[in-house]
């Protein structure tokens, strides 16, 4: 069974980082792709940053290029997202998604964490 849990979102300033976690039991990363989305007030979903199930592949929206790393811990079956140099526009719910490559699927998706930037 597939289960995605964030953890550590919370409240930072401008300019200060984060780094979230998402715990994915029941993901051999091997055959999953990793991604990160958040969504924030009024607006629509947006992909923030992907890994493919190699892991050697990534991709992350214009607005968090330079800022923000998605990586994976076999070991601890975990995805991360560091983000550093946190804007007020970065403030969202994220989640977390698990897609299993070559598959028609549906994908999981995490409950969601809130981050917020503010002075």
């Known amino acids: 069974q597939v289960q995605l849990v964030e953890s550590g979102g919370g409240l930072v300033q401008p300019g200060g980082s984060l780094k979230l976690s998402c715990a994915a039991s029941?993901?051999?990363?091997?055959?999953?792709?990793m991604s990160w989305y958040r969504q924030a007030p009024g607006k629509e979903r947006e992909l923030v940053a992907g890994?493919?199930?190699?892991?050697?592949?990534?991709n992350y929206a214009d607005s968090v290029k330079g800022r923000f790393t998605i990586s994976v811990d076999d070991a601890k079956n975990t995805v991360y997202l560091q983000m550093n140099s946190l804007e007020p526009e970065d403030t969202a719910v994220y989640y977390c998604?698990?897609?299993?490559?070559?598959?028609?699927?549906?994908?999981?998706w995490g409950q969601g964490i809130q981050v917020t930037v503010s002075s």
């Open positions: 998604q698990a897609n299993r490559a070559y598959s028609t699927a549906l994908p999981y």
């Open positions: 029941g993901v051999v990363f091997s055959i999953y792709a």
């Open positions: 890994i493919d199930h190699t892991g050697m592949i990534t």
